[in-house]
């Protein structure tokens, strides 16, 4: 099978590195696929030339703009792509646009999958991410296999912008879940007690979530390079907050993290991880 995959990132070069078959890839910097390529991988110079060679093609891209002009451009995606291939975004995006832009393909007779990725470049590295799905129902199970070659867990929900939904519900635990490891180290700090120590004892039991056991660590020792970049984050709960709006719903614990993660990132780099926010807590002491 000949696969393209657009978006050879943080995670999406370790992504595209998990699938078998002749491999076609394509990214803003070509020095990110240089691993890729190194390893075999054909490169092609833009988006419509990848897609024509293509049976199945895969996107991990940064912004729902992004994911919109690449799908539905003139030069995009769907433009040059043919009848019958399927297409999967792996981008965190916005479920109404993943809605759209699988009804313009549908008409070309191309299918177009939403699959937002959790996990982080961890799960990514280790093949372990949790794949969420929405769209065609037959075309999930064709390329299913598929993805498990990356994933730990591979879900399907539902009809188009489903997957996106799913991985709103993922980013809201992350949000909250983020704060609270950044205030307890914060606290344990500021106690005077063995913070490490106190992190390896509160990380088995209650209070362990995976931000606890693969990020608080990184907190402590200095480490801030991106397993997920801080400027998608934002990004990612502008989203949920204006999906929320949309719903009718009030999410008052996401409009807290929100505004501290913007207040944080004012003047700052928002390049760091996501565990960045420590440093929150830190400049309170200045």
Known sequence: MKIGFIGTGVMGASMAGYL???????????????G????????????????????????????????????????????????????????TSSPELAAQIAEEARAK?????????????????NGTLSTMVGGDAD??????PILQSFSASV??????GSGQHTK?????????????????????????LDVERVLETISKGAAGSWSLSNLAPRMLSGDFKPGFYTHHFLKDMKIALEEAAKMNIKLPGLVLVYSLYQELSEGEKTS???????????RSEE
Request: proline content about 3%; some cysteine.
């Open 20 to 34: 078998e078959g002749d491999l076609y890839v394509h990214n803003r910097t070509k020095h990110k696929a240089q």
């Open 36 to 91: 890729l390529l190194d390893n075999g991988a054909f490169w092609c110079d833009s988006p419509a030339s990848l897609v024509k060679e293509a049976d199945l093609l895969f996107t991990m891209l940064g912004y729902p703009d992004d994911v919109r002009e690449m799908y539905l451009g003139e030069t995009g995606l769907i433009a040059n792509g043919k009848s019958g291939q399927i297409m999967i975004d792996c981008t």
């Open 109 to 125: 007779g191309i299918i177009v999958l939403d699959a937002p990725v959790s996990g982080g470049d961890v799960g990514a590295k």
């Open 139 to 144: 075309a999930f199970l064709t390329v299913e």
């Open 155 to 160: 879900s399907y929900f539902g009809p188009a």
């Open 168 to 192: 709103m519900v993922n980013q809201i635990a992350i949000a909250s879940g983020m704060i609270g490891v950044a205030e307890s180290l914060y606290y344990a700090k500021s106690a005077g």
């Open 272 to 282: 760091d991880g996501t565990h960045t926010i420590i440093h929150y807590y830190e």
